[in-house]
């Protein structure tokens, strides 16, 4: 009788999970989006092409948008919010950009700049004021800079001190999510192209995904409780592609294992949500996990670049090309 209750529970709690859906809070926007940062349930903010800024404080009924002046066509692929009035945005191509706002977006203050040949920011992490920016590797070292204020000052750690990349290695500015920071002072980041990597606790860890190609490799990565571990990624050019797009460990990166039911397709951004629920977007919809990545199922056919949890609460949203939207149930 106790196991049969158990199966039923979980039968309960999974059916519960998928039958969320997807709701459009905003849509035919002109720009694409891939930075998206959800300081609450009611307050979140997006960043995308076009010099591009949004913030809503309302769960996405009204929105303020705004074009960043002096970087009207700049791309700004990952943005980090404190509340609804301080927020960060990282612009992607050379001269490379930071930017802050301490009042809801109408003035932006550049915190770091960078003119050096060939930069390439890809994604930034925070852990309350310490942050931490990755970009394609220069001089065959990923390039790496910190911050200890909440993105008021940064700086560049030594290139002795940074991963060294492979050949044709690089990362994705594909949803701000191939960084995390673990605790104040480590962090962890997945790279893509020709081989895929993660890097974590100074340990160079090759991933069993889809590689080979510029194309190819991991896009994102989460942990859960400092354990497991799950990547996604694949090949964008060929969005419907399920091989090799997610790898699982639960030994802290140790050892990684695939999914026997992977994601719909190729996937730019995965999120852990809560107990053993994850969720993970891309160019061809949305997929849910129940049991810690080993199964996923399609929950939409709405594509997204990008989906975040709530810091303090349980919504999450999700950003793309042309359109935010909500999870509900």
């Known amino acids: 009788m106790k196991k049969i209750f158990a199966v039923l529970v979980f039968y309960i709690l999974s059916q519960d999970i998928f039958c969320q859906r997807i709701n459009i809070c905003a849509h035919s926007l002109t720009s694409s989006f891939r930075g998206l940062s959800v300081v609450s349930d009611n307050v979140f903010w997006v960043s995308g092409s076009n010099g591009s800024v949004g913030r809503s404080e309302d769960a996405g009924k ?23 009035k301080t927020a960060i945005i990282m612009s992607v191509d050379e001269p490379a950009f930071i930017l802050r706002t301490i009042d809801g977006g109408e003035n932006w203050k550049v915190v770091y700049e960078n003119h050096s040949k060939g930069m390439f920011l890809d994604a930034m992490d925070f852990s309350d004021k310490d942050g931490i920016v990755v970009g394609d590797p220069v001089n065959g070292r990923f390039f790496i800079i910190r911050t200890s204020d909440s993105g008021k000052n940064w700086h560049q750690i030594p290139a002795g001190n940074s991963p060294a990349a492979d050949s044709g290695e690089a990362c994705f500015a594909a949803s701000g999510t191939n960084v995390r920071k673990l605790s104040k002072s480590k962090s962890m980041f997945v790279s893509g192209g020709l081989t895929s990597h993660i890097f974590i606790k100074n340990k160079k860890i090759l991933l069993p995904l889809l590689q080979g190609k510029e194309s190819t490799g991991a896009n994102s990565v989460d942990v859960k409780r400092n354990k497991t571990l799950i990547v996604v990624g694949g090949d964008f050019l060929k969005k419907d592609v399920v091989d090799g797009n997610c790898a699982i460990s639960n030994d802290d990166g140790e050892t990684w294992h695939t999914p026997k039911t992977p ?19 891309g160019l061809n919809g949305v997929d849910i996990s129940s049991d810690d990545g080993m199964n996923w199922k399609k929950i939409s056919d709405e594509g997204f670049n990008v989906c975040r949890k709530a810091k303090k609460g349980k919504t999450v949203y999700f950003a793309g090309a042309g359109r935010i939207g909500k999870l509900e149930q």
């Open 62 to 84: 009204s929105w303020k948008w705004m074009k960043v002046k002096g970087f009207e066509k700049t791309d700004f692929r990952d943005i980090e919010a404190f509340n609804k």
């Open 263 to 281: 994601p719909s397709g190729y996937r730019s951004c995965v999120e852990y949500l809560s107990k053993n629920n994850w969720i993970t977007c």
